[in-house]
């Protein structure tokens, strides 16, 4: 693991020692044509700080060989199922656990988070329709937010390890047993399940999203698990050793309860890591307000998390790393909103200063880098289907909806300001 | 799209023409004192290949 860090951060320093020659050139070149300072700030942020990570990445993950499969297990294993007013959902995501094929028994803690619909009379109705290798138990908590739900099922758990799925969020058959052999075999204190868009053949804004998912978000994951360090184990579906969850206190009353969790337990110095084959199909946003709101508040749980735990008192010498990585995210943000796209509007003013004929090359290199995602992801035999439009809207319009939504995320986190779970 | 999130966003697309338009206004006032062939942007033009 060390060696394989030493090596692909070493070639990455390569690669950005090679762009830092090839910037200081364009930068002589453009001479007094834009201010030095800026012109530094945008190449660091939109090219050699993204070169440097990416392709680190990329060494890592081409040099990580996932184990073949772990031991199955048959211990039994809790499900914390959190909704409010999710009355349309909620059946679903209890069929695709009551369905699950897994070797112990499974009981499903649906917590109704003040719902004022028919949530209630749903999770009662999975309830009857249990068989013998699963169960349902309503619990109520009528306290506002999404901890509190979390944290009320997390009094009810009675096992090694739990899970948490989303109500809007259903289990691949398979999923349970594969992240429950990768929690029990692996020793992990969280691990992060692989999500995909439930919707992903519906409007344009899912579409986008798939590849997020499925190229973006899995390589990061992937990336970071392959260290014991995954920075965020997702609330959607995850796995947790119980007595570490309840020695950090649970989750926190803030908005991104899961990441600030999973920054607590790397804070102990425990392993939390990722499983690509235990896969689940979540319910993600098909329009841009909601996409927008979503993505504000993944970047303000991220500012929580690093107010929480700082990148230097975090456990290891990986996880301190990846969280430095998060924080620098921030610029390449900014970078991506106030140097890339001025640049293109100067590429198209005639003015191909700051982006120019080069970019296609970088452009290039970004989908080799997707490439190799995508093949990784087709050998663990995930069935997904393809959008070109998706696809082209992934490619193109994505980033600046991301970065807007996360600049946005970052203030807020920054003004310590509270929203509701809704 | 909630109408802080709306007004938040529009902010950011001002805020980017703004850096555009002040970059423009760098550049070309970079061109007017020196307005040889071998100004920056004119040298960029003509070999695109040195740049990103």
Redesign the interface.
Known sequence: MKTRFVVSVGLAGVWLAVSLYLAAGWVRAIGGALPPGYLWWAIGGMALLPGFLMSAMFFSNLLHRHPPGHPHTDEPVTVILCARNEETNIPLAIRALRRQKYAGHIHILAVDNGSTDGTRRAILAQQAACGPGCSVEYVACPTPGKANALNAGLARVRTPHFLTVDADTWLEENAVQRIMDHIVARNSACVAGNLFAANGRGRLWARMQNYDYLLSIAAVKRFQGSYRSTLVAQGAFSAYNTAEVRAVGGWQEVMGEDIVLTYSLLQKGLPSTYEPRAVGYTTVPDTAGSLYSQRRRWATGMIEGLRTVRPWQQGTAYSRYFTWVNLAVIWLDLAFLFGFIPGVLLAVCGYPCLVGILTLFTAAVCLVLYLSMYRYQRRLGIPFRNSLTGLVGFMLFFQAIQSTAALHGYLTGLAHRKEVWK | ??WG??L??LG?AA???A??AL??V??RR?EAEAPSSA???A???A??????
């Open positions: 799209m909630k999130n709306l938040f966003a950011v805020a980017i023409l850096v555009t970059l423009l760098y550049i970079g100004t920056p942007a040298a960029m033009l070999a695109p290949e040195n740049f990103t």
